[in-house]
């Protein structure tokens, strides 16, 4: 069983940056290192849409919509994992959700409860 907590939401300009953070809680037995981490974020009335992944072995992909201004990292001492956004545009004002899966058994898979992101001047 994995829990995620997502921090470090809210509202920003446009232009501006903000870094969210998910906090893994792992079972005992189990470790963070194994699971494959990414950010989707879903705006009202549009589907949840990946945003950015990095693997357990640290290889990272992004969407077209935010590749160039957005950066995923894990720390995985502190079960963590970032997204550092920049240049945010309007059409980035979502809930953003923090996702785990592991790497071997891909049904285990688990989702933060969503934070929510407003950009506006």
């Known amino acids: 069983q994995v829990s995620l907590v997502e921090s470090g939401g809210g509202l920003v300009q446009p232009g501006g940056s903000l870094r969210l953070s998910c906090v893994a809680s792992?079972?005992?037995?189990?470790?963070?290192?194994?699971?494959?981490m990414s950010w989707f974020r879903q705006a009202p009335g549009k589907d949840r849409e990946l945003v950015a992944s990095?693997?357990?072995?640290?290889?990272?992909e992004y969407s077209n919509s935010v590749g160039g201004r957005f950066t995923i990292t894990r720390d995985n001492w502190l079960n963590t994992v970032y997204l550092q956004m920049d240049s945010l545009k309007y059409e980035g004002a979502a809930v953003y959700y923090c996702?785990?899966?592991?790497?071997?058994?891909?049904?285990?898979?688990?989702w933060g409860q969503g934070i929510q992101v407003t950009v506006s001047s």
């Open positions: 792992v079972a005992e037995g189990n470790a963070f290192s194994n699971y494959d």
């Open positions: 996702y785990a899966r592991h790497m071997m058994f891909k049904s285990r898979e688990f």
């Open positions: 990095i693997t357990n072995g640290f290889r990272t």
